[in-house]
């Protein structure tokens, strides 16, 4: 080939080679927020990555496919998070988390402080004395407490009062510590499994600015007993995040949920259809990144 040519194509190939990466430095870019719903099977989990670099873990779904997941979106060296909140001891929230807790420290860690007398129950006791032992803060839930993660708001609003020691007997589902993410003008709402009941106590105890997010993790794998009308009305939302696993026996997301979505006009993204739901926030705008 030609002395000329070849360097013209090497120059084209250095020019291309810029232009892709400049695509993931505008992607990796310091200022954004990221926020992945796991498709992690019948339960809930979302890691979540701050423009200040601290990494987030809310409830670990119900199998070790959360491990898979983090080695895909965190680099192999690091097995730290700042971050793990748990919504309430139940195993498609819990079980994965127990897996994780084995594997990476964890420097604070949220939840509700009910009790259980599951035998999973014990491994998650046990599993957050040897967090404390390694340094882990552990904060129990209830509405105000506010979690920094440098200009990242964790903000809980549920439970009203604190329900540390509160023994759970059948479903812990209206015990779940719900927190808005919040990053300049996007927030996240992560309700856990929670009903139409709690859904009101929210509704009833807080200003609607509060409660009014962009993004609505849907409560309860999308069970038709939780997110009502009022409940939709109030937060508002423009996308719906459904965790749920395909061809799961309870029948979820149920048609009611998905009825009421529709109704509202609110875009519905499932990890059983989508697999992981990827949101990226510059603080303006929120983008999903699947479509
Ligand atoms: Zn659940």
Redesign the pocket.
């Known amino acids: 080939m030609d002395k000329k040519i070849i360097l013209f194509v090497a120059g084209f190939l250095l020019v291309l080679n810029v232009f892709a990466w400049q695509e993931v430095f505008a992607l990796n870019s310091p200022h954004y927020l990221k926020v992945y719903f796991l498709d992690v099977g019948q339960?809930?989990s979302a890691f979540i990555q701050t423009p200040g670099n601290h990494q987030i873990l809310i409830d670990g779904g119900p199998t070790s496919a959360v491990l898979g997941k983090l080695s895909e979106r965190m680099p192999f060296w690091d097995k730290d998070l700042d971050l793990v909140v748990l919504s309430h001891p139940?195993s498609?929230?819990m079980q994965g988390l127990l897996y994780i807790l084995q594997v990476y420290k964890a420097d604070y860690i949220l939840w509700s402080g009910v009790t259980k007398t599951t035998p999973e129950y014990k491994i998650w006791i046990d599993a957050l004395e040897k967090q404390k032992k390694m340094g882990a803060k552990i904060i129990i839930a209830k509405a105000g407490e506010e979690i920094k993660a440098g200009n990242v708001l964790i903000d809980t609003i549920y439970p009203l009062e604190s329900l540390e020691g509160k023994e759970m007997k059948s479903t812990s589902n209206d015990s779940c510590v719900v927190v808005k993410v919040i990053y300049g003008k996007g927030s996240f709402l992560f309700t856990?499994?929670i009903s139409s009941t709690a859904e009101k106590e929210l509704a009833n105890s807080h200003e609607l600015a509060e409660l009014k997010s962009d993004v609505l993790k849907v409560s309860?794998?999308g069970s038709k007993y939780s997110t009502s009308d009022l409940f939709l009305e109030v937060v508002n939302p423009a996308v719906a995040a459904i965790s749920v696993g395909a061809k799961n026996i309870y029948g979820h997301p149920t048609s009611e949920v998905l009825q009421r979505l529709e109704k509202f006009g609110i875009k519905v993204e499932r990890t059983d259809k989508n697999g992981d739901v990827d949101f990226v926030s510059d603080g303006n705008k929120i983008k999903l990144l699947n479509n």
């Open positions: 339960g809930d139940e498609d929230h856990g499994d309860h794998h």
